[in-house]
């Protein structure tokens, strides 16, 4: 047997095998060991030149270059980075479960690059862009640093597709996650450090209706006391290792 899957609980092998309905939660943690840091770490290192408040409409119009070029530069650092075995595990697992829903808060396309189809994505994606205002896609291969540039169409300044702060989760996506959350037979929070709403509130839901609860994360967080089942470690040992626990034939 390989030694991370002694960690992971029976009860939660049996619900998985049993289960009609998964639902799965990503945060940040989850691309951590692709070399993509959290938002946590970024605030402690590598990021700390640009401050959270800056994710902000206001801080666009203020300084579109500034605002353009970190996504620009973080556009770059996804494309660089490899999805990891965390992110091919659920892959993976999606084939196994009748109904299957991810829903991720992060905005790097590592799940879908590992396969994961279908993926929810609450807070957009830093792959796609739109005017400023948010009425036409606009389709760019290669962001360059500078200036944003402006919409063929409105002639408005061009933004990544994600949601800044106090602007709305798209209500489509937000829908099916709460609906997804509420009905499922399991619900995995993974990577997130769940203080953010309203996806905090997805793996309450799922206790509310009833479903297997679990954690995986290497360090305690809010949800940590109110979950059924906490897996403390990386995503990228211990997902592999659920699968193989859940589905022998997995590899
Ligand atoms: P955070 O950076 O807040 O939390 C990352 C979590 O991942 C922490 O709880 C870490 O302990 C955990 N973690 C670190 N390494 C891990 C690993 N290898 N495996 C599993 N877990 C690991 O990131 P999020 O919770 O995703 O919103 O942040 C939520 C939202 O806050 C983001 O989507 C972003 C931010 O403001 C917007 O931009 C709208």
Redesign the pocket.
């Known amino acids: 047997m390989h030694p991370d899957m002694r960690v992971i609980p029976n009860e939660l092998i049996a619900a998985l095998r049993t289960a009609r309905r998964v639902t799965v939660l990503t945060?940040?943690?989850?691309s951590?060991?692709s070399g993509v840091p959290?938002?946590?770490e970024a605030q402690a290192g590598l990021w700390s030149h640009y401050h959270?408040e800056d994710?902000h409409p206001d801080a666009f119009q203020r300084n579109p270059q500034l605002v353009w070029e970190w996504y620009v530069w973080r556009r770059q650092l996804v494309s660089a980075a490899q999805p990891n075995a965390g992110h091919a595990a659920l892959a993976v697992m999606q084939t196994y479960v009748p109904q299957w829903t991810l829903i991720t808060?992060?905005v790097d396309g590592l799940h879908q690059r590992a396969g994961s189809q279908g993926v929810i994505e609450l807070?957009g994606s830093l792959l796609r862009y739109v005017c400023s205002a948010r009425q036409h896609i606009v389709s760019l291969e290669a962001p360059a640093m500078g200036m944003p540039p402006v919409c063929p169409r409105c002639g408005s300044l061009v933004r990544p597709d994600?949601?800044w702060f106090g602007e709305p989760l798209p209500v489509a996506a937000m829908v099916e996650a709460f609906e997804a959350a509420a009905h499922c037979d399991v619900f995995l929070s993974?990577?997130?450090?769940?203080?953010?709403q309203p996806?905090a509130s997805l793996p309450l839901e799922a206790l509310a209706g009833g479903a297997l609860t679990v954690e995986?994360?290497?360090?305690e967080?809010p949800l940590s006391r109110r979950v059924d089942l906490t897996l403390r470690g990386?995503?990228?040992q211990l997902l592999p290792a659920l699968g193989r626990a859940a589905w022998p034939d997995a590899d």
Do not use: L, W, Y
């Open positions: 945060g940040a943690g989850i951590a060991e959290t938002f946590r959270p994710r808060q992060n807070h994600v949601v993974i990577g997130t450090s769940g203080v953010v996806a995986i994360n290497p360090d967080t990386p995503a990228g």
